[in-house]
């Protein structure tokens, strides 16, 4: 699942590495998802360690009464001079960035490559199914990160749905491959959060 919603979201800036933390609406966030996730037979909780999605573990973990495993592969990709700035800004200034970033690519010069964000996310995750064979594992990340995963698993840029804050997407890591299951994007939960 992405994690809940920051000022920065709220603002439309990039946060890649930065760490900025939950607003009050993110923890709303939080406790909307884990009280969806409630009853569910999770064994465990694993999150990136920036602060937005540990906040989010943690506030699951509560509900769920699961330790959070911080992993530092389930980090956001690294936007280098694109942190910080709002997508109008970037426009101005890196037109050509924007026009490769609309295209699937990398758009920024420094910081990390697309590419391998995916990599090490997807090596991530089969690496967290193969520690927990047959089990339910819960997952807080980032929108690249599930964008990655939603590649892995057969989809396309056409057809990939936008990825709001504490958006959940059910897959299973079988074979080193992923296969989708369900997404719960949007719709009741965040009506009944932001309503």
């Not at 910080?84 to 609309?102: K, S």
């Not at 057809?159 to 080193?176: L, S």
């Amino acid at each position: 699942m992405r994690h809940g919603q920051t000022d920065w979201n709220l603002e439309q800036r990039w946060q890649g590495h930065a760490d900025p933390p939950l607003n009050e609406l993110g923890r709303k966030q939080a406790r909307a998802v884990a009280e969806s996730l409630a009853g569910r037979p999770f064994e465990a909780l694993y999150s990136s360690d920036l602060l937005r999605a540990r906040e989010t573990a943690e506030i699951i973990g509560r509900r769920l009464g699961l330790q959070v495993e911080l992993e530092s592969a389930l980090r956001e990709v690294d936007v280098g001079e694109w942190s910080g700035l709002t997508h109008a800004e970037i426009a101005e200034r890196f037109p050509d960035g924007t026009r490769r970033r609309r295209e699937g690519l990398t758009g920024w010069e420094r910081g990390e490559a697309i590419e391998a964000m995916s990599d090490r996310v997807v090596g991530a995750l089969r690496w967290i199914a193969a520690s927990h064979p047959g089990g339910l594992v819960a997952v807080v990340t980032h929108g690249g990160p599930m964008r990655a995963v939603w590649l892995a698993g057969g989809g396309t840029l056409a057809d990939r749905p936008a990825t709001t804050n504490c958006d959940v997407d059910e897959i299973a890591v079988e074979d080193g491959g992923i296969r989708r299951i369900h997404s719960a994007r949007g719709g009741g939960l965040h009506e009944q959060v932001q309503g």
